[in-house]
């Protein structure tokens, strides 16, 4: 039995020694990606074509999860509050929920999907062929060459994109709303202002830059140390969305906490 | 000149080198031969920092590598070519904008000539006229001549070839190995060839040096190394590892 927990300790302890370690070596990547802020020659013409890919290609995707949230959110807030509460407050739940949660968290998922393994992948895929080895004895600094403008088109297109898809978002709680449960645009839009500051907005674009970081960060991270060929590459690509889902729902909570 | 004195080297528990002399003087080749898993590339990736040393010294032009910093690691790679085993090349980038990439990092150059110089190195290892093509439309030969192109693009001092006919035919061997003497010619570049590829290292350099549990075992001329009475050398020169078993 002495034995058995004395295992589980020890078991315990590696496991927290190993999370520190990766978290440290993540610490210094971002150090290394910080001070590749000075090589602009470097990084400067590639932000732009991060922004389309991370960005502008992740629109579809982004825009269909958040029109379907919106047409849930409408039917299951008329559903709930039918005979309870005035039936104009679906447009604030459909707004409030929209602005401060759904949008930015399913966004945030969505693309932790999308990006974060396509980074991964692509890192990934570029150690193992040592194409990142290339670059370091062509002079380039990696950190600056292929995080820095991942991360800076993280931490702009998130925010963007969020907030299109929780305008869509509304728009088709709207189109709900006055299509199939017979409510008014006015009635619709004033449980919409009901509710609505616009620190809600703010919140909003506080959250999802939060996750643009959390999402090429991680993805650059596990793209960088891959090890192992193939499998190698499809073990980074799970890492980041694995470990960008976990750190997004903790964000998600965290600023809940610290900003409502 | 090259230089490295008593390098040690472990990845965990594995110690692969233990105490690794070698120099490489200007203007020659040195082939580092030496079985696979030996050790061999872990030495090229010392040379340009890619690598640290556990101990010992690893020095370019009389300059520390370790000591460096950023720039002046920055200014060393810049005087040294490399050319990978699987010849690394950005798979997302024509040929062409390959060979431009190192040319970008030197201050000075213009447009114009950094697309003229790269067009002139694909001319140099007869990938003329191949610049708009992407690597996955070129053949494994091709491919080492443009990771080639690229690695003298920037007139380097020096030239490390990593298994440079490693997974070719006979023929393009035959090629590669050609190009490398033309190179030195042509460009007046130190080389350190890391191969396996007995022929290749006869045919290309000055020296050879042995690569044996993580030191030089035997350094010498190729004639040298060919008649050489270590059985160890033998052995891997003969390919013959009955005789290994008779040294354990």
């Not at chain 1, 620190?199 to 959250?207: G, L, Y």
């Not at chain 2, 490693?166 to 060839?193: C, F, H, N, Q």
Request: proline share 3%; with cysteine; net charge neutral.
């Amino acid at each position: 039995m002495a034995g058995k927990t004395l295992d589980f300790v020890g078991a315990t302890g590696r496991a927290a020694l190993r999370f520190a370690a990766t978290v440290g070596e993540w610490g210094v990547l971002m150090q290394d990606t910080i001070r590749g802020l000075r090589a602009v020659r470097i990084w400067g013409g590639l932000v732009f074509e991060q922004m389309m890919r991370i960005g502008v290609a992740s629109v579809p995707i982004a825009l269909f999860i958040a029109a379907f949230t919106g047409i849930v959110l409408a039917l299951q807030a008329s559903y709930t509050f039918t005979g309870a509460v005035p039936v104009y407050l679906v447009g604030s739940l459909v707004g409030k929920t929209m602005i401060i949660e759904l949008g930015p968290v399913l966004t945030g998922l969505a693309l932790a999907g999308r990006v974060g393994a396509s980074i991964a992948a692509e890192l990934g895929t570029m150690r193992v062929t040592e194409q990142i080895d290339a670059l370091e004895t062509m002079a380039y600094d990696p950190a600056a060459y292929l995080v820095l403008p991942r991360v800076l088109a993280g931490a702009v297109m998130f925010p963007a994109v969020t907030l299109l898809a929780s305008s869509l978002g509304i728009v088709a709680g709207w189109l709900t709303a006055i299509q199939l449960l017979e409510m008014s645009t006015p009635e619709f839009v004033r449980g919409l202002e009901t509710f609505f500051v616009p620190f809600d907005v703010v919140f909003s674009v506080i959250k999802s830059f939060s996750f643009g970081l959390t999402v090429t960060s991680l993805g650059c991270f596990f793209g960088f140390r891959t090890r192992g060929g193939a499998a190698g590459v499809g073990r980074a690509a799970t890492s980041a969305v694995v470990a960008s889902s976990m750190v997004i729902l903790v964000f998600d909570a965290f600023w809940a906490a610290v900003l409502l | 000149m090259i230089r490295l004195r008593g390098v040690h080297k472990a990845f965990g528990e594995k110690a692969v080198l233990k105490g690794f002399d070698l120099a490489v003087p200007r203007g020659g080749t040195v082939a580092l031969i030496g079985a696979s898993g030996a050790g061999k590339s872990v030495v090229l990736k010392h040379i340009v920092g890619l690598l640290a040393a556990d101990q010992g010294s690893v020095s370019v032009d009389g300059r520390e590598v370790a000591e460096l910093d950023q720039e002046a690691l920055y200014a060393l790679r810049r005087r040294v070519g490399y050319v990978f085993q699987f010849a690394a090349l950005f798979d997302s980038m024509t040929l062409a904008h390959n060979v431009e990439m190192g040319l970008r990092r030197i201050p000075g150059l213009s447009r114009r000539d950094i697309r003229r110089r790269a067009a002139e190195c694909l001319e140099l290892v007869d990938l003329g006229g191949l610049g708009d093509r992407y690597p996955a439309e070129i053949s494994g030969g091709q491919r080492k001549r443009a990771g080639i192109a690229r690695a003298i693009a920037t007139r380097p001092r020096y030239l490390l070839y990593d298994e440079p006919t490693t997974g070719l035919d006979p023929v393009t061997t035959t090629v590669i190995g050609r190009l490398i003497l033309r190179l030195r010619e042509e460009i007046g570049a130190t080389g350190l060839v890391v191969t396996h590829d007995l022929g290749t290292a006869y045919e290309v350099a000055d020296s050879m040096a042995f690569l044996h549990d993580g030191r030089v075992r035997a350094h010498g001329a190729p004639g040298e190394i060919r008649i050489s009475a270590d059985p160890v050398v033998k052995s891997f020169i003969e390919g013959a590892p009955e005789l290994m078993e008779t040294i354990a």
